[in-house]
């Protein structure tokens, strides 16, 4: 699989580490997603550290793991975590609609979903030090796969699903940012 590791290395553990304290102690502690403890639990998520350096080369692990997950109902969720390329949001932002381009063209879209999370995610209209921002913001960029049967069965069992979204920025408000800051380890 061209761009991604084969062999662990310190690096790509300290990475994997990192994502891993951020899913248990951000995503799953905060609640920010209701579902994430479930597939946490159930060893469903896959933690994919690639080492591509440009999108070309992200794509074609993109491509990879898409097929994997498809093929791999032990698979509940991939977090494609590419600290080495995507490091500019805005650049990030314009490789998700390619990556939706995949979805259509390898007939997944209905299937799989892309999910972003970025370490600059800025959502539109929000300054950069907007406590909002830190519902979507990750130690490394990453897209995050999902299955969408497991999306909307879990939407079906979740009693305020609408709600998330502004629970979770009502949250990031209370908590502000240097403690948000804090809590990802950059201050």
Request: glycine share 4%.
């Amino acid at each position: 699989m061209a761009g991604t590791t084969t062999k662990l290395t310190e690096r790509t553990d300290d990475i994997i580490a990192a994502t891993r304290e951020w899913v248990e102690s951000f995503v799953i502690g905060l609640n920010l997603c209701p579902f994430a403890r479930k597939e946490m639990v159930r060893n469903r998520i896959r933690f994919c550290v690639t080492e591509a350096a440009s999108p070309v080369e992200l794509m074609e692990v993109l491509e990879s793991e898409l097929d994997r997950i498809t093929a791999d109902a032990d698979i509940g969720t991939t977090l494609i975590i590419h600290p080495a390329v995507l490091t500019d949001f805005e650049t990030y932002l314009d490789f998700l609609d390619v990556a939706d381009d995949l979805l259509v063209e390898k007939d997944l879209e209905g299937e799989i979903q892309i999910a972003s999370f970025h370490p600059d995610y800025l959502f539109a209209g929000t300054d950069a030090d907007d406590a909002s921002n830190w519902t979507n913001r990750s130690p490394h960029p990453m897209l995050h796969l999902l299955r969408e049967e497991d999306v909307e069965r879990a939407v079906e069992t979740h009693p305020d699903v609408e709600g998330i979204p502004e629970r979770n920025i009502a949250l990031m408000e209370e908590l502000g940012v240097e403690r948000l800051r804090k809590m990802m380890g950059l201050g």
